[in-house]
């Protein structure tokens, strides 16, 4: 579903991935983590290309998206990204919020949109907040409505940027219910998480990031009991002993 | 004061004087409603990804807020006519208020734009929205609402800088008071009465903003 081969992409001249190798298959769970600036967030931004790639081939959904002249707005239209700051559009109540890109993008009929917002919000637990603006809800709530958002274009792949680093302790978990809930059913996922007990949970794979380079990649029981590599173990010594 | 003041004479000249309100209220509003357009368009322009369309773009705005308007409206007024390009004086004095606000409102709307955070963009890119849906769909409803105060503003500012098309013989309030200033000589009667049309228009407008204000404006949280 998801393929990297030899991609490298730089921020100027900062060297942000390197040599990043790795395949994710249809219905896979993977949690990406790592220490800060350590490129993993680049990573799945990468996917949509909300940041282009400088050499390599990234395919997704068998389309390319290294090609810098493919037409990106089919392929985002088959993934749904979560954001960790939510970024949900504040002049617009939470059913507006999951309807428009269904009714832009897939020229869906408004009341079909909004059948679909509904079921979708009902999903997350929110039915009771349809029309309410972003303004009017917490954290969580917005974190809830942001995947609404992303699963009313019925999408192939999800993917998470740290979606509950922004989030009260309390609030992470309302979150965290709703994504196992989408992996227990066969959806594609990328998480970028410390969330310890998600991975351990549901993830098929866990990929750990250090410094541009993908430095482990082991079935999260593997990688929590017995990291292969000293980064690893120091990076889980730091999350764990906090 | 006031009793000083010839009311017959300013009773007299109310049919011209209504008249000339009409004509400063279609003028100004002709007018808003191009600079408004001009200023989207020279906004976008200046905040596409082309270096032609933004260099073009910082041109016009300089060019326009380093000038007088009255040189602006002197530059159409004379200038277009010897290149050979013959317009009605309102046309010339509508295109003269219309590129000069265009530029204001160009930065106006920026600033609302600009505050707007990228992550809402990128959450509109992300889901497959074009650059024109995410346009009219996210990004223009947002200042429109938060820019309303420094929008009216502008708003004002063209109604009073409407004015100046008195001097390009144009019939509106400020030239009815020059009419009657010079029949009469009573030049107090004649631009009070100008004046006080102006106050009904800041009104108009100010109430209209506000109404307006209290529907779109919206509150944005982290």
């Known amino acids: ?242 | 004061m006031l009793e000083a003041l010839n009311f017959r004479v300013i009773l007299e000249y109310m049919p011209l004087y209504l008249q000339c309100f009409a004509a400063t209220l279609w003028l100004s509003a002709l007018s808003l409603l191009g600079a408004i357009l001009v200023g989207i368009i020279a906004c976008a322009m200046r905040l596409s990804q082309s270096w032609f369309l933004k260099r073009m773009a910082g041109i016009y705005i300089e060019s326009i807020r380093s000038t007088p308007l009255l040189a602006q409206l002197y530059f159409f007024y004379f200038g277009l006519p010897s290149l050979g390009i013959m317009m009605p004086e309102w046309v010339t004095g509508v295109i003269a208020l219309t590129l000069n606000s265009g530029a204001y409102y160009a930065e106006i709307i920026r600033a609302g734009i600009q505050a707007i955070s990228y992550g809402q963009i990128e959450a509109g890119i992300s889901s497959g929205l074009s650059y024109f849906q995410r346009m009219r769909n996210i990004i223009l409803p947002q200042p429109l609402g938060m820019t309303i105060r420094p929008m009216l503003g502008q708003a004002i500012v063209l109604v009073k800088d409407s004015s100046l098309l008195s001097l390009i013989s144009i019939m509106e309030l400020t030239r009815a008071g020059q009419m009657l200033t010079s029949d009469r000589f009573m030049p107090t009667e004649g631009f009070l009465t100008t004046a006080a049309f102006y106050l009904v228009i800041y009104y108009m407008l100010k109430v209209f903003s506000s109404w307006s204000e209290k529907r779109l404006v919206f509150q944005e949280t982290h």
């Open chain 1, 1 to 242: 579903m998801i393929s990297f081969k030899s991609v490298n992409k730089w921020f100027g001249d900062l060297h942000v991935l390197k040599d990043i190798n790795i395949e994710v298959a249809s219905g896979e769970v993977v949690v990406v983590c790592g220490p800060s600036g350590s490129g993993k967030s680049t990573l799945i931004r990468c996917i949509n290309r909300l940041e282009p790639i400088q050499e390599g081939e990234l395919v997704v959904d068998e389309m390319a998206v290294h090609d810098k002249k493919i037409n990106m707005t089919k392929i985002r239209a088959e993934i749904g990204f979560v954001f960790q700051s939510f970024n949900l559009y504040p002049h617009m109540t939470a059913l507006q919020n999951t309807t428009i890109a269904p009714i832009k993008v897939r020229k869906m009929k408004k009341e079909e949109a909004d059948k679909l917002g509904r079921k979708m919000l009902t999903r997350v637990g929110l039915e009771d907040r349809i029309d309410h603006y972003p303004a009017q809800l917490s954290g969580g709530q917005q974190q809830r409505v942001a995947i609404a958002r992303g699963l009313c274009m019925q999408p192939k792949i999800m993917l998470f940027d740290e979606p509950t680093s922004a989030l009260d302790p309390e609030m992470i978990g309302e979150v965290l219910d709703v994504m196992k809930s989408l992996a227990t059913e066969g959806m594609t996922m990328m998480v970028v998480t410390h969330e310890m007990g998600f991975a351990r949970e549901v993830a098929n794979r866990v990929v750990f990031m250090d410094e541009g380079k993908i430095v482990e990649v082991a079935p999260p029981n593997d990688f929590f009991t017995n990291p292969q590599t000293d980064r690893g173990k120091y990076f889980l010594s730091s999350i764990l002993t906090h």
